[in-house]
């Protein structure tokens, strides 16, 4: 009797009809997506870090979006028609996945997104920001940034040294980092 009990649950888990079933394929996408296509990016390719975007700060929202970003560039001297040619000119939505190559620090300008670590005040995270400034100062770049919803550029944004740039943001790809935004906003709750 055992033996059929058990083909009958692994038949419904395969079914793919019922709950039970769908959490499995869930886990197990997961599974080969966390352990095997991940690291295969990482290896093969010249990706040097994907994550999921979990804060608003590059949400182009209307009509927050024309005084945190076009006004504030407007009004720090940006030249609006370069502005638009800059990447991700409409932002980057929550629950997006940003995929970000390892540049030299020669290849990251004014106007690219990059991600970055930061340690600042119990902040232990990497953030995904907008390039405002950049300099150089023998030989060792730093960058300042600023999330084009926020109103200005947060403490810990300014002098980013390049040695804290974990890769320069060359693709998004919608939706697919939700279930991290999801953990994220669960673990922000508790």
Do not use: C
């Not at 009990?5 to 692994?10: I, K, N, P, T």
């Amino acid at each position: 009797m055992k033996g059929k009990e058990s083909e009958s649950f692994v038949r419904k888990l395969l079914s793919g009809d019922n709950t039970y079933s769908v959490v499995f394929y869930i886990v197990v996408f997961y599974v080969i997506f966390v352990y095997i296509a991940l690291p295969s990016v990482y290896a093969f390719t010249p990706v040097s870090y994907i994550s999921a975007v979990v804060s608003g700060s590059m949400v182009h929202q209307e009509p927050e979006i024309n005084s945190t970003y076009y006004g504030w560039l407007a009004s720090h001297g940006f030249n609006m028609s370069v502005v638009k040619t800059w990447p991700f000119p409409n932002g980057i939505n929550i629950g997006s996945l940003a995929v970000a190559y390892r540049v030299p620090p020669s290849q990251i300008k004014v106007g690219d997104v990059i991600i970055y670590h930061i340690d600042y005040e119990g902040l232990d995270e990497n953030i995904i920001h907008r390039v405002i400034n950049e300099t150089e100062i023998n030989g060792t770049y730093y960058y300042t940034t600023k999330g084009d919803a926020n109103p200005f550029s947060l403490p810990f944004e300014y002098n980013i040294p390049y040695s804290h740039v974990v890769g320069k943001v060359e693709y998004v790809i919608p939706y697919i980092g939700y279930p991290k935004y999801l953990i994220y906003s669960l673990s922000q709750d508790i």
